[in-house]
Every structure is written in C-alpha cells, then in structure tokens.
C-alpha cells in the first residue's frame, strides 16, 4: 500500500530533476530568493504573497500576486530558490509564466524555474501544505516594496 507522503514524493521527484538540471543551463546565481505564498483555486484561481531578494549585499521585499487555472484546492507554500541574470534590484519586478503541477495532499515538495521578460530566471524548491492538485498554467507578478 502506498502512503499519501509517497505518493506526493512520487509526483514531485520529476519536478525537482527538472530545477537541478537547470543549473547547468541557467549560468551562475547572483542571487537567493525566499517566499511565501497561498494559493486558492475553484477551476481559476488566486495566487498572493511575499518574497526577500538577497542581492548584492542587501535585502529587498516584494509581492507576489497571480492566478492559474486548472486546479482546485488551497495550499500555502513557502520556497528558497536562486536567481540569475539579474542586473539591478529593480528587474526582479515583472510578471512570470510557468505550467507546473502541483498535487498536495497535507505536505508535498516541488521545483520550478520562472523567467520574466527583463531576462531574470528564478529556479525555486518549494514546499506545500493544503489539499490542491494542479495541473495548471499560471501567471504571476512580482512588485518591489518600497
């Protein structure tokens, strides 16, 4: 009998290969990213939260707001990634597309490499708890606090 934390594993562990293998093709990090996001979903969705840029030395806050389509649930999920092509601060903000799957039943892990249209990739490890399954494209936009 498989348990639910397994099945969960089995879902996630092609994802995480996907944000490993990355690496290679991303080139190096210049800088780390933590979040903290929910996400609720009835067929199309709401996604909010915030976010630390760790940069050059310092540290930046930011928003995160989105929304999906093809799920339904709700989970809150926090994730630490590192980003690439960033030049300033400032070309962090901008709206990110991705096609993830999500399946959270309690817990579940995840990994997904986001880019925006100034070039900036954001490779993240994510960790859930809720009940969502997702087999969702999903938009999102980061916006600095200042």
Same mark, same amino acid.
């Given at each position: ?6 099945a *969960? ?11 490993? /293998? ?7 990090? *210049? ?5 903290? *996001? /929910?996400?609720?979903d ?14 050059q ?10 929304g ?5 649930g709700?989970?809150?999920v ?20 991705? &096609? ?19 070039? *900036?990739?954001?490779?993240? &490890?994510?960790q ?9 494209? /999903?938009?999102m936009?980061?916006?600095? &606090?200042?």
């Amino acid at each position: 009998m498989v348990t639910r934390a397994a099945a *969960v594993a089995l879902v996630a562990m092609p994802l995480l290969g996907v944000a490993a /293998q990355a690496d290679d093709a991303l080139g190096t990090p *210049v800088g780390h990213v933590t979040i903290k *996001v /929910q996400s609720a979903d009835i067929g199309i969705g709401r996604t909010w939260g915030s976010g630390r840029l760790t940069f050059q030395k310092h540290t930046y806050r930011f928003r995160i707001d989105g929304g999906s389509i093809a799920a339904v649930g709700y989970s809150k999920v926090t994730g630490s990634g590192e980003v690439y092509n960033l030049h300033a601060a400032k070309d962090l903000e901008g709206s990110y597309a991705a &096609v993830n799957g999500e399946a959270t039943a309690g817990t579940g892990v995840g990994g997904i490499v986001l880019s925006n249209p100034n070039g *900036v990739k954001i490779k993240l &490890v994510t960790q859930s708890k809720g009940g969502r399954l997702a087999a969702a494209a /999903q938009g999102m936009k980061i916006t600095m &606090v200042r």
